[in-house]
C-alpha cells in the first residue's frame, strides 16, 4: 500500500484545516483500502512522533488523542480510497508534520495507537499554526 498525505499548511490559531491521505495499491497479503485500519500521527519538532486519531474498517469505530477530541476528526471515503482529518480551533500545540499510516486488522480488533501498530506510512505533511 502506498500513502500520499497533503493538505498541509500555514493556519491562524484558531483556524482550521483539512488533510488527506490517498491510499493505493495493496497490502503483501492482498488487502484493499477497505479493509485497512487507518491512523493519523503527527510528529512535532524535538519531539516523539505520537499517535492523532485512527478510524477502523467502515468507519465504525474512531479513536482520537485526548488533546484534539472535540476539535478533530477522522472520516474515510472507500469508494475513493481517501482518509481525512478534520482539524477545527488549531492551537500553536498542533504544529507539527502529520503522516497517516495504515494496518490490515480484523474488524473487531482495536485501533492501533501505536506506531508499531501500524505497516504501512506515507510522507509527512506538514501544519504550521501561528500564534
Known amino acids: 500500500v502506498q500513502l500520499q498525505a497533503s493538505g498541509g499548511g500555514l493556519v491562524q490559531a484558531g483556524g482550521s484545516l483539512r488533510l488527506s491521505c490517498a491510499a493505493s495499491g495493496r497490502t503483501a497479503s492482498g488487502n484493499t483500502f477497505s479493509r485497512l485500519f487507518m491512523g493519523w500521527f503527527r510528529q512535532a519538532p524535538g519531539k516523539e512522533r505520537e499517535f492523532v486519531a485512527a478510524?477502523?474498517?467502515?468507519?465504525?469505530?474512531?479513536d482520537y488523542l485526548d488533546s484534539v477530541k472535540g476539535r478533530f476528526t477522522v472520516s474515510r471515503d472507500d469508494g475513493k480510497n481517501m482518509v481525512y482529518l478534520q482539524m477545527n480551533s488549531l492551537k500553536s500545540e498542533d504544529t507539527a508534520a502529520h503522516y497517516c499510516?495504515?494496518?490490515?486488522?480484523?474488524?473487531?480488533?482495536?485501533?492501533?495507537?501505536?506506531?508499531?501498530?501500524?505497516?504501512?506510512w506515507g510522507q509527512g505533511t506538514l501544519v504550521t499554526v501561528s500564534s
Open positions: 478510524i477502523s474498517r467502515g468507519g465504525s469505530r474512531r
Open positions: 499510516a495504515a494496518t490490515a486488522g480484523m474488524i473487531t480488533a482495536p485501533l492501533p495507537r501505536e506506531e508499531r501498530g501500524y505497516d504501512y
